[in-house]
């Protein structure tokens, strides 16, 4: 079995990316890398460079700037990534998400598990989406909370946005792929970067999806039922990150007024509690959620 990992980046230093730390996560499960590093004005390109791991394969890549529909410029880079890997499975890990190293033995059991089933086109993994710091998480249905981001390497599929992978069946329209579950979760860091990062990174890169940047002056501005606690422990290599970019507390505004989007994920969630539905967006269709047990 051979395990392609894939991502892509542009400015992930000066948008305050754990890309680094991303891409150790990829290296620590894959038998190759791609990473599509675009071109920019800082050091990303030297620092991916400089972790000299023989597994890693940089591609130098030039955005197109007048792509600005719905983030497809974010769906380019990562076909570009995607499709120079030879592997068997394709692991896809934006530069904001880390695996957890307790976690890869289980994953590469599951991997393993389903390589002989075509059935299987994809893994689904559970999701931890930080917000405002490390300890907090976002759990309103305006996240999605799970995803797939395996995908088997040998069946027709493209990614419309850069989120999710539509699978191609013959020269029908596209549908998102059947998966399992892969029983280990990804660690999403995104919302934990400091503020000045994130008010810089919204600002470059609105334009990709056809619209003004939105205001933001801080985290704060979120509806404090869409929060929960995180009472886990996080990747190892994480805490260097954690110390010198991210918002070290979350400190909500008493004055912030619910927008018409929070107002609809409050009631989505108590019909989540009243019915047992889970009503976040899925780009996948589950057909087994058999894990193997170590």
Same mark, same amino acid.
């Given at each position: 079995m051979k395990i392609s990992g894939f991502t892509f980046v542009r400015n992930g230093t000066l948008l305050g990316y754990p890309y680094l730390e991303s891409l150790h996560s990829l290296l620590s499960i894959c038998d190759e890398v791609v990473v599509a590093v675009g071109a920019g004005p800082d050091d990303t390109l030297t620092q991916?460079?400089?972790?000299?791991?023989?597994?890693?394969?940089?591609?130098?890549?030039?955005?197109n700037e007048t792509m600005q529909d719905r983030g497809y410029v974010y769906a380019q880079q990562k076909m570009i990534a995607q499709f120079n890997c030879t592997g068997d499975w394709a692991f896809y890990l934006e530069a904001d998400e880390v695996l957890h190293e307790q976690d890869i033995p289980r994953l590469k059991m599951t991997l393993q598990t389903h390589l002989d089933n075509p059935k299987i086109e994809a893994l689904i993994f559970d999701y931890y989406h930080f917000y405002g710091d490390p300890h907090t998480l976002a759990i309103s249905p305006g996240w999605y909370r799970r995803a797939p981001r395996i995908i088997r390497n040998s069946i027709?599929?493209? !990614? *419309?946005?850069?989120?999710?992978?539509?699978?191609?069946?013959?020269?029908?329209?596209?549908?998102?792929?059947? #998966?399992?579950?892969?029983?280990?979760?990804?660690?999403?860091?995104?919302?934990?970067?400091?503020?000045?990062?994130?008010?810089?990174?919204?600002?470059?890169?609105?334009?990709?999806?056809?619209? !003004? *940047?939105?205001?933001?002056?801080?985290?704060?501005?979120?509806?404090?039922?869409?929060?929960?606690?995180?009472? #886990?422990?996080?990747p190892a290599i994480m805490q260097t990150w954690f110390a010198e970019q991210a918002e070290s507390e979350l400190i909500l505004n008493p004055h912030y007024l619910l927008t018409r989007r929070e107002r609809r994920h409050r009631w989505m969630m108590r019909l989540e509690r009243l019915m047992g539905w889970e009503l976040s967006k899925k780009h996948y269709r589950l057909v087994s959620s058999r894990e193997p047990t170590l």
């Open positions: 991916i460079q400089g972790l000299g791991d023989s597994k890693l394969r940089v591609l130098e890549t030039q955005w027709r599929n493209y !990614s *419309p946005d850069g989120l999710f992978f539509v699978v191609m069946d013959k020269n029908k329209k596209g549908r998102y792929p059947h #998966g399992a579950l892969a029983g280990v979760p990804i660690y999403h860091y995104g919302h934990v970067r400091a503020v000045t990062q994130m008010q810089t990174k919204i600002q470059q890169v609105s334009r990709y999806w056809g619209h !003004s *940047p939105p205001t933001f002056n801080h985290y704060g501005d979120i509806d404090p039922q869409a929060l929960g606690k995180f009472t #886990g422990t996080h």
